[in-house]
């Protein structure tokens, strides 16, 4: 069964606005991770944030993590069409790493 | 170096046939995972290998599915008796280290297997 759960399923943005997307989770974590995944292509890893950290950037991404609410966001700014795509969350507990459900971005140019 | 590699890319089954789904990971990556990705949906954990050690099994639907990693490099996923619930992505990632820690997972294009 799917750990987390992403929130909106769907997002339809245009090109150069800020895309946020919420992800829930149910167990204790060491840490959670987001990834993207392309029509047709594998999962990437984007950015990881252990448990001890509240927020973490990279680029044009800003992820937060609230264990108290079990939950994490991923914000992208300036989204790119190149960014449209579905994006998960991952947990990690001792060795599982449980995926959500998805949040399906499309970034209209 | 290379990333991690799987073959086939697509397989078409007829229900009750066997299949077998091949991962190269990434040269000296201690841990491989394999997940199934339904259509719409995250990937979902399979099983876990520590080198050629099968640590974690508990994702795997039936009976019908195994997995195996002799030599701890390359896995191979055998379905038997396939069914058209089946029908899936099927992912495999390694990482460097052991699972516990927080090395980055890197995936695979994946295997697409529809049943018919």
């Known amino acids: 069964s799917q750990q987390g759960e992403e929130d909106p399923q769907a997002l339809s943005i245009q090109e150069g606005e800020n895309a946020t997307m919420n992800c829930s989770y149910k167990t204790s974590i060491n840490n959670l991770q987001w990834y993207r995944q392309n029509s047709g292509r594998g999962l990437v890893h984007l950015i990881l944030i252990r448990s001890n950290e509240r927020e973490k950037h990279s680029g044009r991404l800003r992820v937060t993590l609230d264990t108290s609410k079990k939950s994490s966001s991923l914000l992208i700014t300036a989204s790119r069409a190149a960014d449209t795509a579905s994006y998960f969350c991952a947990t990690r507990g001792y060795q599982k790493v449980t995926f959500g459900t998805g949040t399906k971005l499309q970034v209209i140019p | 170096g290379a990333g991690v590699s799987q073959s086939p890319r697509y397989k078409v089954a007829k229900r009750g046939q066997d299949v077998a789904l091949r991962c190269d990971p990434i040269?000296?990556?201690?841990?491989l995972f394999w997940y199934q990705q339904a259509l719409g949906q995250g990937p979902e954990f399979l099983t876990y290998f520590q080198n050629e050690a099968q640590l974690d099994k508990s994702g795997l639907p039936s009976d019908r599915f195994f997995a195996e990693r002799p030599e701890g490099s390359v896995s191979t996923l055998k379905i038997q008796r396939t069914q058209q619930e089946d029908s899936a992505v099927y992912l495999c990632a390694s990482t460097r280290g052991l699972a516990e820690t927080t090395d980055t997972q890197y995936f695979g294009p994946g295997t697409r297997l529809t049943v018919l």
């Open positions: 040269s000296g990556h201690v841990s």
